[in-house]
């Protein structure tokens, strides 16, 4: 796929982070590179599409007008949303938003994506989290969000394999970029008693991502599973995540869930 023709690749979340990082790789390579975010990506061999994925019909609109001019060979969606809140007190209006940027804003640029990859074929690449498959605390709504997401790859893989449209999961685990710093943070006072647990969590959590892999490294990997012929449908990122994936389907439920306590209460 890489040097047929000039493709081009939307990537959803690119101005920053991973999906800034894997704009500029396709860019360098040749690849004709939309981004769609709410602040445009930083280089300027990518174009960049101003729309918040939570804006309905703009957000989708602006797929489809990239679609209309260019034709759409990749579809990269990035976007995301992480808020460190106990189930009991969390606000409605904050997880239903979570779930409109992690998961509806993804179904959506694929609906949007696909009539223009039908007669073509194409890759879609959804950047969900190792989290999906073992929770990560007081970060419920993430890990379920991201858990959706890898259910709807594998149904969207068989419903799209007739039309060469390829798809694929792709699962970091911690990787060291600004999303750490955006989490949104409940405070001691909504957090009451669970306060004190949430906070070691949540430094443990950004432990983990800050000493991660970085996103250049994890872009990288995007780029093979873009350019593989035969892209896998659910890919972590790196040996020790895809270790630890591993380890969390082979280990008894109970067994995965105390260790992954464990991880976030030192």
Same mark, same amino acid.
């Given at each position: ?36 975010? =709410? ?12 729309? @918040? ?42 997880? =239903? ?6 998961? /509806? ?14 007669? =073509? ?137 105390? /260790?992954? @306590? =464990?991880?976030?209460?030192?």
């Amino acid at each position: 796929m890489e040097k047929k023709y000039k493709s081009t690749a939307v990537v959803v979340g690119g101005s920053s982070g991973i999906g800034c990082e894997t704009c500029l790789r396709l860019a360098n390579r040749g690849w004709n590179v939309i981004n769609v975010s =709410r602040t445009p990506c930083k280089s300027a061999k990518v174009k960049s599409v101003i729309a @918040d994925v939570v804006a309905g019909s703009t957000f989708t609109d602006a797929i489809s007008t990239v679609g209309k001019k260019y034709g759409i060979d990749v579809l990269v969606y990035c976007a995301g949303f992480s808020m460190a809140a106990p189930i009991e007190y969390a606000k409605e209006s904050d997880y =239903r938003y979570l779930f409109d940027v992690n998961f /509806f804003g993804a179904l959506k640029a694929m609906q949007a994506a696909i009539p223009f990859m039908k007669d =073509r074929g194409g890759r879609i690449v959804l950047v969900g989290s190792i989290g999906g498959d073992v929770p990560i605390m007081f970060d419920a709504f993430y890990s379920a969000s991201k858990a959706a997401l890898e259910m709807l790859v594998r149904e969207a893989y068989c419903e799209l394999k007739p039309y060469n449209i390829k798809v694929t999961a792709f699962l970091p685990g911690g990787t060291a970029t600004g999303f750490t710093f955006k989490r949104k943070v409940y405070s001691d006072d909504e957090n009451k008693s669970y306060a004190s647990n949430l906070n070691r969590a949540v430094a443990a959590l950004a432990d983990m991502e800050q000493k991660g892999m970085s996103p250049a490294e994890v872009a990288e990997d995007i780029y093979a599973v873009l350019i593989s012929d035969k892209p896998p449908v659910v890919k972590a990122c790196g040996f020790k995540n895809s270790a630890y994936r591993i380890m969390s389907h082979v280990m008894p439920e109970k067994v995965t869930l105390y /260790f992954n @306590d =464990r991880a976030y209460r030192q």
